[in-house]
């Protein structure tokens, strides 16, 4: 990534709980692979997403 900002907008048409797993890595030596897990519930806008990486929950910024 050019200036370390990434954005992905999602927008789900269904009710169900879903999971996204989004995986980043670098071609340097030693590879490294990141990996961001979202959760996300069909309940209102009042709701938090959790987002984690490995067991660490991370902060989220949502915009609608």
Do not use: H, M, W
């Not at 992905?8 to 590879?31: H, K, M, R």
């Not at 979202?38 to 949502?62: C, I, P, R, W």
């Amino acid at each position: 990534l050019d200036r370390e900002v990434f954005r992905l907008y999602y927008t789900s048409d269904c009710e169900d709980q879903q999971s996204i797993d989004i995986y980043f890595e670098d071609n340097s030596e030693p590879a490294q692979l990141f990996q961001l897990t979202f959760d996300f519930n069909n309940e209102t806008e009042d709701e938090d997403t959790v987002v984690t990486s490995g067991n660490k929950e991370l902060s989220v910024v949502a915009s609608r």
